[in-house]
Every structure is written in structure tokens, then in C-alpha cells.
């Protein structure tokens, strides 16, 4: 069992920064890969990014790479999902999720625990 939740969403203009949170209780933190996708009402839930136990192994959606970081503080169980050159087609409600994995998965399916959401909008 995987507690998980997000903060740090909010509303920014276009080309502006956020920086998300996700605080993890519950299991060892470290022996999951984490996920970040998003979603927008009407559509299916789609990946942003996922990191591996260590750390030393990441990916993004052509969408958002060059633009977006993920990064984790296994000592603090904290994920982070920097956000950067932001543009309206990223509004959406952004998820953290755990894979017990090494590596992850860009699969939503694959993943056992997700938190709440938190609420990302970008003016134009």
C-alpha cells in the first residue's frame, strides 16, 4: 500500500513555470519507479513522464520533453515534475503514480497507485 499525493498545481501564463510535488507514505519508496501523467475531462489519461528507482533512468512524451524534468528525492519520498516553456495544451490535471518496477512503464495500466491530482491550467 502507496499513499501519494500531489501539490503545486496551479494557473500560469503561457511560457511561465510550475514545479509539482508528490509526497509518498506507506511502502518503501525507493523500490518503485514513479510515473506523471495527465488528463483532460473527455480523454484518456495520457504519460508525461516516469523515473526509475534510482533515479538514473528517466523518460518523457515527445510532448513535453525538453521542456518538463522529473526528478525524486528518495530520502524525503518526494517525486517533482518541473515544468517549464509552459503552453495551453498542457492544462490538465496532473497524476503521480508508483510502478513497482525498476524502470516504469508508460502504461497507466501498470501502475498501482495513483494520488489525487492536481490541477494544472495555462492562460494564453
Known amino acids: 500500500q502507496v499513499q501519494l499525493v500531489e501539490s503545486g498545481g496551479g494557473l500560469v501564463q503561457a511560457g511561465g513555470s510550475l514545479r509539482l510535488s508528490c509526497a509518498a507514505s506507506?511502502?518503501?519508496?525507493?523500490?518503485?519507479?514513479m510515473g506523471w501523467f495527465r488528463q483532460v475531462s473527455g480523454k484518456e489519461r495520457e504519460f508525461v513522464a516516469r523515473?526509475?528507482?534510482?533515479?538514473?533512468?528517466?523518460s518523457y512524451a515527445d510532448s513535453v520533453k525538453g521542456r518538463f524534468t522529473i526528478s525524486r528525492d528518495n530520502a524525503k519520498n518526494t517525486v517533482y515534475l518541473q515544468m517549464n516553456s509552459l503552453k495551453p495544451e498542457d492544462t490538465a490535471v496532473y497524476y503521480c503514480?508508483?510502478?513497482?518496477?525498476?524502470?516504469?512503464?508508460?502504461?497507466?495500466?501498470?501502475?498501482?497507485?495513483w494520488g489525487q491530482g492536481t490541477q494544472v491550467t495555462v492562460s494564453s
Open positions: 503514480a508508483a510502478n513497482p518496477t525498476w524502470a516504469g512503464s508508460s502504461r497507466p495500466t501498470e501502475y498501482d497507485y
Open positions: 523515473i526509475s528507482w534510482s533515479g538514473s533512468s528517466t
Open positions: 506507506g511502502r518503501t519508496f525507493s523500490n518503485y519507479a
